[in-house]
Nanobody, 115 residues
Framework: QVQLVESGGGSVQPGGSLRLSCALS????????MGWYRQAPGKQRELVASITSSRTTNYADSVKGRFTISRDNAKKTVYLQMNSLKPEDTAVYYCNGQVNSINIWGPGTQVTVSS
């Protein structure tokens, strides 16, 4: 059974850092486009960052220069390093894996940035 498991969320003060991890239990992880999305209360889910099978990355303008997405195909894991966190980064962060017609979502992990 395919599983996508996120970890690394939590509470941090403004200016702090967190690293999110997402493990996808599939044989062909390396061909998946992986992404991190977030949804704040009362707002729509939005793309934060994505990384393709060829490691091309894409970032939302609001996180450029602060967040870094990376992948380790041997560990079937994608990471989101989040630095210089701001209160407006507070949201539930969701990991997503896509290939062809397959679209897999994780349950989400809460990130709270507050003093």
């Amino acid at each position: 059974q395919v599983q996508l498991v996120e970890s690394g969320g939590g509470s941090v003060q403004p200016g702090g850092s967190l690293r999110l991890s997402c493990a996808l239990s599939v044989n062909s992880f390396s061909v998946y486009r992986m992404g991190w999305y977030r949804q704040a209360p009362g707002k729509q889910r939005e793309l934060v960052a994505s990384i393709t099978s060829s490691r091309t990355t894409n970032y939302a303008d609001s996180v450029k220069g602060r967040f870094t997405i990376s992948r380790d195909n041997a560990k079937k894991t994608v990471y989101l390093q989040m630095n210089s966190l701001k209160p407006e980064d507070t949201a539930v962060y969701y990991c997503n894996g896509q290939v062809n017609s397959i679209n897999i979502w994780g349950p989400g992990t809460q990130v709270t940035v507050s003093s």
